[in-house]
């Protein structure tokens, strides 16, 4: 099925399409004439044996994809809706261990343990040290003049998070952030990031946080490490199980908040009466429509594990579902002026976090807290930053990335 309104061969995972925009027009479009849309592709450019995926673009679509697990598999063919057309069929298998690729009871089984890294006490825990390590990172960048806001404020705080969390001494957390740029960056040849660097990076890491897990079963410490792994008969984590989870957070949580980040300033640089706005009365509600506006993840992607119906469209057992969040996050059904970047928003239901159900994002506090946190600090130190040239954006299925970010600090 074509959609007579756009280009015939148009797919909304094209990576060449996201390293210049976000297809915002292409999915008001499709809300409007095809909400669940046929997108065909030559077969086997995703690296899966098919033809193409439903397009899912609706906010209410993909809330039912993403709370219906048992129609909608994560586990089937993974959540990434687009791998290099290389890949073999058992590379794509292997991240069937990662817990944003289970489904449940196995997905239930692993986020109850991990989500003890997440409760509001722990993220209390951690406030006082981000918001030191904001700061810092905000006084070192007006020290410079100007830079990459990309490298130099961007994706400081998220890594210097997670390190946090886990416990990675301040000497390896360079490494974490080298691996998880190489395991999103296969996309884009500019960074000479080939889909076997990436794998091998993927493995480093797992290596890594399993000698960690290791270390924290012989020796506990009072951190996370040790309340996920210390004690496996417990309904703890295996070595090789928080391996995984770890692989996850670098990127759920490193790639995805440093980009809110660097699209959030990005926003407020382009609609300086929210600038303003921001740096006189500091609302509560800024971090949620910065992660509406970047939307970081474009899209995931479910398996049907039966013939369905969705939006008026007979969806067959084994056909891949693309539920593209950046879309949902524009539906004028549900927002009003969507359009408009408003960090006054209330209500604001975005999905940028997931659309509900066993998915949804498990680190949403620690996110937002981030971003609250380096925006407080940034209007403190940097309240004439100004942009010194146009984003340069990450070429990517999925990821609504920037890769570099030329400001003015003062």
């Known amino acids: 099925m074509t959609c007579p309104a756009l280009p015939e061969g148009f797919d909304l995972t094209d990576p060449d399409v996201y390293r210049n925009r976000v297809p915002l027009p292409e999915f008001a479009v499709l809300r409007r004439t095809a909400p669940v849309w046929w997108n065909a592709q030559p077969h086997g450019i995703a690296g899966f044996d098919d033809d ?8 209410a679509d993909v809330k039912e994809v993403s709370t219906r697990p048992e129609v909608f598999s994560a586990h089937r063919n993974t959540s990434i809706i687009r791998f290099n057309p290389h890949i073999g069929r058992e590379q794509i298998d292997a991240q069937r261990l990662i817990m944003l690729n289970m489904d449940p009871p196995e997905h239930t089984r692993v986020r109850q343990i991990v989500q003890r890294g997440f409760t509001p006490r ?7 040290a981000l918001r030191r390590r904001a700061e810092a990172i905000v006084t070192r960048a007006r020290g ?6 990309v490298t130099d404020v961007a994706c400081e705080l998220p890594l210097q998070a997670i ?12 490494r974490i952030f080298d691996w998880s740029n190489k395991m999103v960056a296969y996309d884009d040849p500019e960074l000479a990031i080939t889909q076997e660097v990436g794998s091998t990076a993927a493995m480093e890491l797992i290596s890594y946080a ?6 924290r079963k012989e020796c506990p410490a009072r951190d996370i490490v040790s309340r996920l792994v210390a004690a496996e008969d417990e309904g703890n984590l295996a070595p090789d199980e928080f391996g995984f989870f770890v692989l996850l957070l670098a990127v759920a949580g ?5 980009n809110a980040i660097s699209h959030g300033m990005h926003a407020f640089l382009t609609h300086p009466e929210q600038w303003e706005l921001y740096k006189r009365e500091r609302p509560a509600t800024t971090a949620e429509e910065i992660v509406r506006w970047a939307t970081p993840v474009v899209s995931f992607q479910r398996t049907a594990t039966r013939d369905t119906e969705l939006g008026g469209a007979r969806i067959a057992e084994g056909q891949r579902v693309g539920i593209f969040y950046a879309s949902a996050n524009h539906d004028p059904e549900v927002f009003e002026r969507p359009d408009a970047f408003d960090i006054t928003r209330d209500p604001n239901p975005h999905l940028g976090f997931g659309g509900g159900g066993p998915h949804f994002c498990l ?17 403190d130190t940097l309240p004439d930053i100004r942009l010194e040239g146009e984003p340069r954006r990450l070429r990517s299925a999925w990821l609504n990335g920037i890769k570099e970010l030329r400001v003015r600090y003062a």
């Not at 193409?52 to 906010?59: E, I, K, P």
């Not at 390190?163 to 360079?174: F, S, T, Y």
């Open 52 to 59: 193409g995926y439903w397009a899912v673009t609706r906010h």
């Open 122 to 128: 722990a993220i209390r825990a951690l406030e006082a």
């Open 144 to 149: 410079r003049g100007s830079g990459d806001f």
């Open 163 to 174: 390190a946090e969390l886990i416990g990675v001494p301040q000497e390896d957390r360079a």
């Open 210 to 215: 399993m000698n960690l897990a290791a270390a």
């Open 254 to 258: 490193n790639e995805t908040t440093r």
């Open 363 to 379: 680190g949403r506090s620690l996110a937002a807290l981030e971003i609250d946190l380096i925006f407080h600090a940034i209007a």
